[in-house]
């Protein structure tokens, strides 16, 4: 089965532009989550979808980040305006339904915020 | 709140040797743990998890257990190979939640 789609792979901006990011999850899996992960740091959770709700977005900074799910498939992840810190590896997961179901992760989007 | 300690990495191992990296965990009850693998250019992958006190999850070769009394869940190999290199996580997931709680990471290099 195809994994976790995530593009692009790599985007280098300059701080207070905007960027986007798209994640396709595995067929069938109804809970997507979008994680960051900064350099030399495990991954941290920024929001939680179930199908087309949201189920956790407590660690969003909801100034400059926004995150949507429209349909309860692919979803995108957008920054504006972008900060230095901001730079990060961007993670994409999913899985069947909650809980003890694993997390599929993407290869990530690689920011980098100049 | 919820916390996962690793080991500092680099550990640099040569080929074959045994490996240990150490993980400890602060949550709230009775976490799952688990034990993820990111190489190169890649997403993380699950090698290994356990769900209760004295439980062995095992994959690969790797293997840990989960140890209530200690809150530990240490990674091991007996014999490590040079495809063994990446980073590894450790992580919890509370009891009743989805949400995974991760470690700094651990890189792991093996010279043949």
């Known amino acids: 089965e195809a994994g976790v789609a995530q593009s692009p792979r790599y985007k280098i901006i300059e701080k207070r532009q905007s960027v986007a990011f798209w994640c396709n999850p595995i067929?069938?899996?109804?809970?997507l989550y979008w994680y960051q992960q900064i350099l030399g740091q495990g991954p941290k959770l920024l929001i939680q979808?179930?199908?087309?709700?949201?189920?956790?977005d407590s660690q969003l900074p909801k100034d400059r980040f926004s995150a949507e799910r429209l349909k309860g498939v692919d979803s995108t992840l957008k920054i504006q305006p972008a900060k230095l810190e901001d730079s990060a590896v961007y993670l994409c997961?999913?899985?069947?339904?909650?809980?003890?179901?694993?997390?599929?992760f993407g290869p990530g989007t690689r920011l980098t915020v100049t | 709140g919820d916390s996962v300690t690793q080991m500092e990495g680099p550990v640099t191992l040569s080929e074959e040797a045994f490996l240990t990296i150490n993980c400890t965990y602060t949550?709230?009850?009775?976490?799952?743990l688990f034990w993820y693998v990111q190489y190169p250019g890649e997403g993380l992958q699950l090698l290994l998890k356990a769900t209760k006190a004295d439980d062995k999850g095992s994959n690969k070769g790797f293997e840990a257990t989960y140890r209530k009394e200690t809150t530990s869940f240490h990674l091991e190999k007996g014999s490590v190979q040079v495809s063994d290199s990446a980073v590894y996580f450790c992580?919890?997931?509370?009891?009743?939640?989805?949400?995974?709680?991760f470690g700094k990471g651990t890189m792991l290099l093996v010279s043949p």
């Open positions: 997961a999913s899985s069947l339904e909650t809980q003890q179901y694993e997390q599929y």
């Open positions: 949550a709230t009850g009775y976490p799952s």
């Open positions: 992580a919890l997931r509370r009891s009743g939640y989805s949400t995974l709680t």
């Open positions: 067929s069938g899996h109804a809970t």
């Open positions: 979808f179930q199908n087309n709700g949201v189920v956790d």
